[in-house]
């Protein structure tokens, strides 16, 4: 997991731009309703990603499904 620190810069219209803290050179525009509701300008905020493996091959099982499904849907075709 990969936790980091922003801060919230400003929010323009229902976006937030956040400032990487170790590089406030490197700027993050996310959705607003993705932030605590009472974050506001000049706010610190702790930002935590992870990969979720099993969803990714949940997806990845999908996919080929539906691949797999088109795939023998054109065959009948012939």
Partial sequence: MENFKVTLDRIEDCTAVLLLRDDESIKID?????LPRESKEGDILNV???RDVQETEAAKERVSA???KLKNKN???E
């Fill in 75 to 77: 065959k009948g075709a």
């Fill in 48 to 50: 935590s990603i992870e």
């Fill in 30 to 34: 996310v959705p607003l309703f993705l």
């Fill in 66 to 68: 539906l691949l797999e």
